[in-house]
């Protein structure tokens, strides 16, 4: 009913940036938050960042001042720009979303994308 899909991924050196993007497609009245999450191997998933659909961000206390999360909120997407990339950001990256999918209802359904790898080699 809703897909999320999930891009920008992939392997950088330490110190360097990625944009990862996430666009919502499917039955969508409306979108209250979205949010990235991260998960490393042996490890629980963990949020990164969300934003409302007002435009309140929140992020884990961590990555403050690196990461950055902004919304198209036109084009159903998120994105999350990740600066002085270091090897322990390396995870698998998924996108969060609460989507509206009937119309004169204030139900929200949550989905999420696939995921997509962040590599920072040392």
């Known amino acids: 009913q809703v897909q999320l899909v999930e891009s920008g991924g992939g392997l950088v050196q330490t110190g360097g940036s990625l944009r990862l993007s996430c666009t919502a497609s499917g039955t969508i009245f409306s979108i209250n938050t979205m949010a990235w999450y991260r998960q490393a191997p042996g490890k629980q998933r963990e949020l990164v960042a969300s934003?409302?659909?007002?435009?309140?961000?929140n992020y884990a206390d961590s990555l403050k001042g690196r990461f950055t999360i902004s919304r198209a909120s036109a084009k159903n997407t998120a994105y999350l720009q990740m600066n002085s990339l270091k090897p322990e950001d390396t995870a698998v990256y998924l996108c969060y979303s609460s989507v509206q999918t009937t119309l004169g209802t204030r139900q929200f359904n949550v989905y999420w994308g696939q995921g997509t790898q962040v590599t920072v080699s040392s």
């Open positions: 934003i409302t659909s007002g435009g309140t961000t």
